[in-house]
């Protein structure tokens, strides 16, 4: 089991380049907006929102390349986009060619919420599934949490160069990621159910399996499975054989967002400071979001597999609703600073144990290996089609409602929404392998 370790931790790197990509600009977020003079509209549409548009094109596509090209490739050009983005947002010469790059780094960030979950459930045990894809969230958090520090230290270090520093420096571990990728094997599931190389597949899962006839059973059991496949007509994703993984993974995706997560991380200076944080203060207090979304992912990532993703989900609904009402009430009777940033530290704990240490774990359980790919882009597609929404409303919404507790509340109303989707709809997936839930969720 010591090269699946290896090779989750190698492709869990995506996830750091997409939390430090995600939220790296709001740090340049004023810097840009006081250079170039933009409307709050144009702000929101084209400065801070084209990445997550990205987003929304590589998630959509990003299960394409995976199936027809394999995992592996999919990963290296992963890497290739974050760092051209990165470069080419710091030398960025207007508002258009910025949008453009970040627009690149938003297709790779797509992309690898498709690609490397997907990956890693493919090379785990129905043991170790959800702690092994849960490193992806935890190193989206630690993206997160170093380009709080990252913002924070390059912060007055180049003047009107800081935010193209602050920008530019991604370029460095998307570098090291796409060297360290080379080195990992292509799925085996994709080997066998996708390309029909079964020895190949055998190969990688000899290199997985500490036991020879466990490698041989778990290839059985993918080949039993892809022959059944083959043996009937094909299945497009979008049918009534597949209509309970599809809502599950619609509704899952949409409540990430709706819980205000983004918004928050996002625009946490500019909430911070309206707040009663000097401008120096907010840029330091953001750093403690991304301390405490880090602390509370290891909960996650430790519970995730003892306790399953539905009780996770339960306690994540249960703190996101009373942290937001918190939020909202600080707001509205102009409570201090620490008081409201102690409840926005408990909206982040809430989320990095619940929804963020689940979703991806989740959707990357529920669609068979036929359809893995394509079910994968649905449930991140719609992830970040409600994250491009909520982002590029953002600045106008912030600009509508300046004493901020009506948008707290929306928030804490999708969240009562979220807790009866967990109690009535959503299943348990822990300790079942991803045949067997393929069965289960498809009958």
């Not at 092994?132 to 630690?142: K, P, R, S, T």
């Not at 390059?154 to 796409?178: C, F, H, K, Q």
């Not at 704990?349 to 068979?368: K, N, T, Y």
């Not at 089609?385 to 109303?413: C, K």
Request: glycine share 8%.
């Amino acid at each position: 089991m010591r090269n699946v370790q290896k090779w989750s931790w190698v492709v869990a790197v995506a996830g750091f380049l997409f939390g430090f990509d995600t939220v790296v600009i709001s740090g340049a977020n004023a810097p840009i907006r006081e250079l170039w003079q933009t409307s709050a509209w144009f702000h929101g549409t084209f400065i801070m929102s084209m990445a997550l548009w990205g987003t929304v094109l590589g998630s959509l596509f990003g299960g394409k390349p995976m199936d027809r090209w394999g995992r592996k490739p999919t990963l290296l050009l992963i890497g290739i986009l974050f760092t051209v983005s990165a470069i080419g947002s710091a030398l960025a010469w207007d508002p258009y060619s910025f949008s453009f790059f970040r627009f690149i780094g938003g297709v790779g960030v797509g992309a690898s919420s498709v690609a490397a979950p997907a990956y890693i459930s493919e090379i785990s045990t129905a043991k170790n599934r959800g702690r092994l894809v849960a490193l992806y969230q935890f190193n989206l958090v630690f993206g997160i949490l170093i380009a709080f520090l990252s913002n924070y230290f390059l912060s007055g270090v180049a003047g009107a160069w800081d935010w193209r520093l602050m920008l530019g420096v991604e370029a460095l571990p998307a570098l090291v990621y796409t060297w360290m990728v080379v080195a990992v094997p292509e799925s085996p599931r994709w080997l066998a159910a996708k390309k029909g190389d079964r020895i190949a597949a055998l190969a990688v899962l000899q290199d997985l399996c500490d036991d020879p006839l466990e490698a041989q059973s778990t290839l059985d059991a993918i080949c039993k499975d892809a022959d059944a496949t083959a043996a009937k007509p094909a299945v497009p994703l979008f049918s009534r054989t597949f209509r309970f993984p599809l809502l599950l993974a619609f509704l899952l995706a949409m409540f990430n967002q709706l819980s205000g997560i983004n918004f928050i991380l996002y625009y946490a200076p500019e909430i911070l400071e309206n707040a009663g944080f000097a401008s120096s203060e907010s840029l330091l207090s953001s750093v403690s979001l991304g301390g405490i979304n880090l602390l509370f992912t290891f909960v996650g990532l430790y519970f995730i597999d003892r306790i399953g993703r539905k009780k996770l989900m339960y306690i994540g609904s249960v703190g996101y609703i009373l942290s937001l009402c918190m939020v909202s009430y600080a707001f509205y009777v102009g409570a201090s600073p620490m008081f409201t940033l102690t409840f926005i530290l408990m909206f982040i704990a809430s989320h990095a144990m619940g929804q963020g240490a689940v979703i991806w774990v989740f959707i990357s359980e529920i669609f068979p290996n036929a359809v893995r790919g394509a079910g994968q882009s649905w449930g991140t597609g719609t992830h970040w089609v409600f994250a491009a929404l909520i982002t590029l409303l953002g600045p106008v919404v912030m600009e509508s409602f300046p004493e901020g507790w009506p948008i707290f509340v929306f928030f804490a109303a999708c969240m009562v929404l979220q807790l009866l989707f967990t109690h009535w709809i959503m299943p348990e997936t822990k300790g079942k392998s991803l045949e067997e839930l393929q069965h289960e969720l498809n009958r």
